[in-house]
């Protein structure tokens, strides 16, 4: 965080000698907030420590929306506990779980640390992480519907309730993608 003090000092020495003829540029010296004169700037390794915090608070969003999801399946089926007893609850608790292990799945595979810097094996990630949430969660679906004795409905309300957090947290986060604050 540049302050005041570091402010003054960068706008007292400035421009820099040679910087009129180009040789502040040539040199690769340019003026790094909050630091005591100049600093070599290299574009590369500034432009990789930016895409790694910027991963890093995306894996983080990302894990907070299987949170939210899984807080949703609990107070859902605690509802419906409350409401209809045990076997409602555990239908609800069955019907979150599903989609929200299958989100789980699909963040785990799209923000692997294998996938970081090219981006096109990201975008690979990302349509693999999407393919792997439908199969687990048809799967899982198909297991709980042909082997277990559910309720439906507090099943399918509960797996509708994780659906509209995820599509809820895609809505809150569009448009913060460059970084930029939009409220």
């Known amino acids: 965080m540049l302050n005041l003090q570091g402010l003054i000092s960068i706008l007292l020495r400035w421009p820099p000698q040679g910087f009129l003829c180009g040789d502040f540029l040539r040199e690769g010296r340019a003026p790094i907030a909050g630091d005591r004169g100049f600093r070599q700037f290299e574009p590369r390794t500034e432009i990789r420590r930016v895409q790694k915090l910027t991963v890093q608070r995306a894996r983080r969003m990302a894990y907070r929306l299987v949170a939210a ?3 949703v399946t609990g107070v859902t ?3 419906f506990g409350a409401a209809l007893g045990g076997m409602a609850a555990l239908s609800a608790l069955i019907g ?3 989609n929200t292990i299958g989100t789980y799945y699909q963040v785990r595979i799209s923000f692997s640390p294998r996938t970081a810097g ?3 094996r990201v975008a690979n990630a990302f349509y693999l992480g999407e393919a792997v949430k439908i199969l687990v969660v048809v799967a899982l679906l198909a297991l709980a519907l042909n082997w277990l004795t559910l309720s439906p409905a507090p099943l399918f309300v509960a797996f509708i309730a994780t659906l509209m957090v995820y599509f ?3 809505l809150m986060t569009a448009g913060r993608g460059t970084g930029h ?3």
Request: charged fraction near 5%; hydrophobic fraction near 55%; proline fraction near 0%.
């Open 181 to 183: 604050n939009n409220g």
């Open 118 to 120: 090219d981006a096109n």
């Open 168 to 170: 809820a947290a895609l």
């Open 69 to 71: 999801q899984l807080a």
């Open 77 to 79: 089926a605690a509802l």
């Open 96 to 98: 979150g779980g599903v």
